[in-house]
């Protein structure tokens, strides 16, 4: 994991990280998709960005709730507000 004290642990937390996975502002490239996870060793949940052929690129955990909550918010996008 990138950090082990950044937990996104509310909606619009990850709300806010899906839109900066999006508009490029976390400056990743060629990301071809997200998805909520759990590590095998320790059952902690996180949201990963994929690249290429599922390489990882950058993750960051979340908390069970968002992990339970988020996740049609991570399967179908968040709609930018203008």
Do not use: C, P
Not at 12 to 34: I, K, P, T
């Amino acid at each position: 994991m990138n950090s082990e004290l950044d937990i996104i642990d509310n909606l619009a937390e990850l709300e806010r990280f899906l839109l900066s996975v999006e508009d490029g502002s976390l400056g990743l490239n060629e990301v071809e998709g997200v998805g909520l996870a759990t590590n095998k060793s320790d059952g902690r949940h996180f949201i990963a960005v994929f690249g290429e052929k599922q390489k990882l690129l950058f993750s960051k955990w979340v908390t069970q709730d968002v992990f339970d909550s988020g996740k049609e918010m991570v399967r179908y996008g968040v709609k930018k507000k203008h």
